[in-house]
């Protein structure tokens, strides 16, 4: 009788701890995505500064949480430049030189690790996509990364 019940307890405890174990992985903030800028390159490591995007949980990826990190990048990593043409000083004089940026013309192509050094230079901010979680990670691999590059008229 003694042995049937702890045998019982063990199995309930180790059902608990599981359960406890399992909850708390799932509780843990996921970030696929760094968003920062690069102060500082050096054999294919990025040193940037910036932000986790964590989704649901603003609290996570606001301006009081800016983090050093080293960001590996490598050819498998894919590059993608954003194209914004910004509209001209005759399409500004009409609207009183406001505009919305979500209404200009954008286009995806093809990015290059050659525009680092200028996106660098200029304080471009990037997106940093991981296929992995992330979060709190000092150091990890860049499966692609995202940038802007403003157009602008002639």
């Not at 696929?32 to 932000?51: A, D, P, Y």
């Not at 009183?96 to 525009?115: F, N």
């Not at 050094?117 to 692609?144: C, H, M, W």
């Amino acid at each position: 009788m003694k042995k049937k019940l702890l045998l019982i307890l063990v199995a309930a405890a180790v059902l608990y701890g599981g359960f406890w174990i399992y909850s708390w992985y799932k509780a843990q903030p996921v970030a696929h995505e760094f968003i920062g800028r690069i102060q500082k390159m050096e054999n294919g490591t990025l040193f940037v500064s910036g932000i986790y995007q964590v989704q649901d949980r603003l609290d996570l990826s606001g301006p009081d949480t800016l983090t050093d990190v080293k960001i590996t990048v490598s050819s498998k990593t894919e590059f993608i430049k954003e194209l914004i043409y910004l509209p001209s000083l005759k399409e500004l004089e009409k609207t009183g030189g406001m505009y919305k940026p979500s209404e200009l013309k954008r286009e995806k192509t093809v990015g290059v690790a050659g525009d680092l050094p200028e996106l660098q230079s200029s304080n471009t901010g990037i997106r940093f996509v991981s296929k992995r979680n992330i979060y709190k990670k000092s150091v990890f691999k860049a499966d692609s990364l995202e940038y802007i590059e403003p157009i602008y008229p002639e």
